[in-house]
């Protein structure tokens, strides 16, 4: 008998701000129970790469491409790896081009047999890079893979720089999709974060990039210090009133530790991160407020206006689908194994002029793991704002899932379980459903005589 008391949430008229303790205790994270992974043993890139590309041949297919440079480090920002510099766009491009070329040599005999159904070009700032750089890469990769007829192609980036001249040259190259951190509209709190622009100049940057027909969706972030749920809501109604985005991503501010945003608050240079009831509630306003603008909640950090956001990258990284990395500190995945690209841009560079796949990292991922099975079952299930049915479970724990998720339901996490379709969050188990999801992982990692 499983002791479900660590697991249970708390019984509220406010689950939103009360379901859980901010600091409370759990079991073992997952990751920490997960035996060691073997060392790599199965050759070099050339050697694996075209048998692992064919080993879930009906599967989706997305690239990755990685652009990690940034004009300069935004506060807040864990990514930031290489400053821009002069001519660094044309080099860059230049050594994805040839990573490409070389990439599309080794998988030669199979490379037609697939279709890519998704490209991200993420980072960094792949938006800094020159106009006919990155379309030149884009085309590059059009003409060397073969796409499917609905492939989102994704460049990131942000306002500063993204100019519509860009939008337009990339659209023509291939591109069809650009998401833009934002991460607030209010030109103060932008300063704070190290962005450049005003509001006004984020709004003309967005219908610009709109007019090329390319989807443009962006981010925003929640529990930034100084912000309140005001300041969000404006954020919301100036971007849905002013801007005809597609599609709008709410993430909540992580606060990374020796992070310029860290330090800058240790020193009392910036007010504190909200509380976590301050952050919730701005989640609830912002959940209901762009409800009454008409977006759509499609996926767990995702909302839309239109079908034509879909989300697609970010749906199939979930379920890990295969993934080509290309660029300096990329990543991606062939089935069970996991590819991490060179971070240093100097051994990546140095590879890619021998010739070589610049891996740093080669590792059998836990895809077919046990425990990894329900995790995979977990993540699709929130992909569409649920969690899974019963029957979805390990046998093994089903007595004790039924039990907890009665619980959660009474205390206002979920509606009723369906015996089909699992249950749907409620507003509260969104705000939530990170530490849900390690509670279920937790739970299921718990041995039992079954
Ligand atoms: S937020 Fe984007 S642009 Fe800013 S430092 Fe991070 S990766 Fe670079």
């Known amino acids: 008998m499983i002791d479900l008391s660590p697991f249970l949430a708390r019984v509220s ?7 859980f ?3 409370k205790k759990v079991m073992p994270s997952l990751a920490r129970m997960r035996p060691q992974m073997p060392q790599w043993e199965g050759g070099t890139f050339a050697e694996f790469a075209p048998e692992a590309f064919m080993a879930r041949p ?3 297919l997305a690239l990755y491409v990685h652009v990690p440079y940034c004009h300069h480090h935004c506060t807040f920002c864990p990514f930031y790896i290489n400053q821009t510099k002069k001519d660094w ?3 860059y491009a230049r050594l994805l081009l040839k990573e490409i070329a070389d990439t599309a040599h080794v998988l030669r005999d199979v490379i037609h047999k697939r279709e890519v159904n998704v490209v991200y070009f993420g980072g960094g700032t792949p938006s800094d890079l020159e106009k006919d750089d990155l379309a030149a890469v884009i085309r590059s990769l059009r003409e060397t893979f073969r796409f499917a007829a609905d492939a989102e192609v994704t460049v990131e980036g942000r306002t500063t720089g993204f100019t519509p001249e860009k939008g337009q040259a990339w659209a023509a190259a291939g591109a069809n999709r650009f998401s833009l951190g934002v991460q607030s509209a209010n030109t103060r709190l932008r300063k704070k974060l190290g962005r450049l622009s005003s509001r006004e100049q984020v709004g003309e940057t967005l219908n610009g990039l709109c007019d090329s027909g390319a989807t443009v969706v962006i981010d925003l972030l929640y529990g930034l210090p100084g912000q309140d749920v005001p300041l969000l809501l404006d954020d919301i109604r100036y971007l849905s009133e002013e801007t005809p985005v597609h599609g709008l991503d709410l993430y909540e501010l992580r606060r990374f530790p020796d992070s310029p ?3 800058a608050i240790n020193r009392g240079k910036m007010p504190p991160i909200p509380e976590l009831a301050d952050k919730a509630r701005m989640f609830g306003a912002a959940y209901q407020r762009l409800a009454d603008y008409g977006f759509e909640h499609f996926s767990p950090k995702h909302w839309r206006r239109d079908g034509k956001e879909r989300s697609l990258y970010n749906r199939l990284a979930r379920a890990q689908t295969d993934m080509i990395p290309f660029g300096s500190a990329g990543g991606g995945r062939l089935g069970a194994i996991g590819l991490g690209m060179a971070r240093d841009i100097k051994t990546y560079t140095e590879m890619v002029e021998q010739g070589e ?3 740093s990292r080669i590792a059998i991922s836990p895809l077919a ?3 990894g099975g329900f995790s995979y079952v977990l ?3 929130l992909e569409i704002l649920r969690l899974p049915s019963l029957r979805e479970w390990p046998a093994s724990h089903q007595e004790a899932g039924e039990k907890l998720l009665a619980q959660w339901h009474e205390a206002g996490l979920i509606l009723p379980q369906d015996d089909e379709c699992g249950a749907s969050l409620t507003c509260a188990g969104h705000f939530w459903s990170g530490r849900m999801k390690k509670l279920l992982l937790d739970l299921v990692a718990i041995p039992t005589a079954a």
């Open 261 to 263: 945003l860290d330090k």
């Open 13 to 19: 008229d406010d689950p939103l701000t009360l379901a």
């Open 357 to 359: 796949k610049p891996l």
């Open 58 to 60: 009906e599967s989706p």
């Open 89 to 91: 766009s044309q080099a």
């Open 21 to 23: 303790e901010e600091e």
């Open 379 to 381: 993540d699709e299930s």
């Open 369 to 371: 793991a046990e425990e």
